[in-house]
């Protein structure tokens, strides 16, 4: 299994550590930002594959780097923490896919764990999906040149009970 780069994005010193010691023991590499602006930063450099993010930030709230992350960034995954009182607010962007999505604080170390887990899954099997479907179409196109080098080499005939005439 690869090993996965989770950010975690919060201008408060103590949630940004204790969601570090929440996934300490998870076998993903945690980066971290104080901001928006320096999850950007860090973005520019480091290929991430799922954030993190609170949504009450100065400069730049959660919501405002997380669409601007789906527009620069749509590969990375995204989670925000959220008050209670800003569910109203948020449920429409996760609506539009911003979000994967919400954690609620307090946040549950068993949740936020599990719902890293799944996204992960769910970022994996996308990627497979994504190989799979590359092999697919070089295939077609080689089977394309094929019939172009030798026509009807792809024509398969049946004849009337069913078996392939070769």
Do not use: C
């Not at 949630?15 to 928006?36: C, F, M, Q």
């Not at 170390?109 to 697919?136: F, H, P, S, W, Y």
Request: proline letters at 4%; zero cysteines.
């Amino acid at each position: 299994m690869a090993t996965y780069k989770v950010m975690i994005v919060d201008d408060e010193d103590l949630v940004r550590n204790a969601l570090e010691r929440s996934l300490r023991k998870e076998a993903y590499e945690l980066i971290t930002a104080g901001s928006a602006q320096q999850a950007l930063e860090i973005l520019k450099q480091e290929r991430i594959d799922l954030i993190i993010s609170d949504q009450l930030m100065p400069g730049m709230s959660g919501m405002e780097f997380l669409q601007l992350l789906k527009e620069k960034h749509p590969e990375v995954l995204r989670i925000i923490l959220i008050d209670h009182t800003d569910l109203n607010r948020v449920i429409p962007a996760i609506n539009e896919g911003e979000v994967y999505r919400f954690l609620t604080k307090p946040w549950s170390d068993e949740e936020l764990k599990l719902n890293i887990r799944l996204a992960l899954q769910n970022l994996e099997l996308t990627r497979q999906n994504q190989r799979l479907m590359t092999k697919v179409k070089r295939q077609i196109e080689y089977i394309l040149a094929l019939d172009q080098q030798y026509p009807g080499i792809s024509i398969v005939e049946q004849d009337k009970k069913g078996p392939i005439v070769i």
